[in-house]
Nanobody, 124 residues
Framework: QVQLVESGGGLVQAGGSLRLSCAASGGTFSSINMGWFRQPPGKGREFVAAISWSGGATHYADSVKGRFIISRDNARNTVVLQMSSLKPEDTAVYYC?????????????????WGQGTQVTVSS
């Protein structure tokens, strides 16, 4: 069983940047495809970005492409979401997730492991 803990959320002005980190423990992190999802207020959970177990492949939602970068450090068991040019519509609880069979999947129910989430609020 893999445990995931997110950190780095907070309040930022539009146009600013934030760096979210996810620390993994309890499993073989280097063999697990990882992703980030978010849940805006009053809405469902939506895909943000994913990265393959090796870090060699990434996938982004169109809404964040060119602004967000997902990366991982298998030696430190961490995955990072670097967010820039933030917009008010990026406001959401952000979740780290892992254990999906295909890193191309954007469906939340295909991911086995989830963190508790971290709040990101972008003010206009």
């Amino acid at each position: 069983q893999v445990q995931l803990v997110e950190s780095g959320g907070g309040l930022v002005q539009a146009g600013g940047s934030l760096r979210l980190s996810c620390a993994a423990s309890g499993g073989t992190f280097s063999s697990i495809n990882m992703g980030w999802f978010r849940q805006p207020p009053g809405k469902g959970r939506e895909f943000v970005a994913a990265i393959s177990w090796s870090g060699g492949a990434t996938h982004y939602a169109d809404s964040v492409k060119g602004r967000f970068i997902i990366s991982r450090d298998n030696a430190r068991n961490t995955v990072v979401l670097q967010m820039s040019s933030l917009k008010p519509e990026d406001t959401a609880v952000y979740y780290c997730a892992g254990g999906v069979t295909s890193w191309r999947s954007i469906l939340p129910n295909t991911y086995r492991y989830w963190g508790q989430g971290t709040q990101v609020t972008v003010s206009s």
